[in-house]
């Protein structure tokens, strides 16, 4: 029944637990535990499932709890061994630049986005500059100043194609 509602994919979380270790001679509980494991948890048993004793004291309910906490850690511990960031995989596995990852090209986009917006308000300096105001051309050469560095940095985002093609060829060659 158990087996039933906890269904195969959970078995290798399940922990049955004896209690009658304290009650029963030694020669009895060996036999009833051999007769749970052989029999009634066989199934349960050899999908995942493990049987330890409960003794009704706190150190003991504690241990099988500590064997779930274990349990969760290592399944944490290999998920994380699974998990590749994104960019790690680009960089190392498909021999990409900084700029050719999704990351590089996100940052790139995100700089032109600013670079547009820098712009308008460069524009809208001049207009006031124009009117003679030496605080808005001062503000005004400084937006340009900002946007020749802005430009400067979205051109060193940009791979050469010779350095693509090395690095395909390295990659290829297992340099």
């Known amino acids: ?3 039933h509602l906890c269904g195969d ?17 030694p020669d009895n509980v060996r036999r009833r535990e051999e007769e749970l494991k052989s029999v009634h948890w066989k199934s ?5 499932s ?15 709890v500590n064997i779930f906490l274990e349990r969760a850690i290592q ?5 994380i061994m699974k998990l590749h960031i994104q960019i790690q995989a680009e960089l190392v596995d498909d021999c990409k630049f900084i700029p050719q990852t999704e990351a590089g090209k996100q940052l790139r986009y995100t700089l032109q986005e600013v ?6 308000m460069i524009s809208l300096e001049s207009d006031l ?20 560095k802005m430009e400067d940095q979205i051109k060193a985002l940009k791979v050469s ?9 390295k990659k290829l060659l297992g340099i």
């Open 115 to 120: 670079l547009a917006l820098q712009k308008q």
């Open 75 to 79: 399944r944490q511990r290999e998920q």
């Open 129 to 148: 500059a124009q009117g003679g105001d030496p605080e808005a051309e001062a503000k005004l050469r400084e937006a340009e100043e900002k946007m020749r």
């Open 161 to 169: 194609l010779s350095k693509r093609i090395g690095r395909k060829i």
């Open 44 to 48: 349960m048993i050899n999908k995942g």
């Open 1 to 3: 029944m158990f087996n």
């Open 50 to 64: 493990e049987v330890r004793p409960f003794l009704g004291t706190t150190k003991s309910a504690q241990d099988i």
């Open 9 to 25: 994919a959970a078995l290798d979380k399940v922990i049955l637990a004896t209690t009658k270790g304290g009650r029963l001679a």
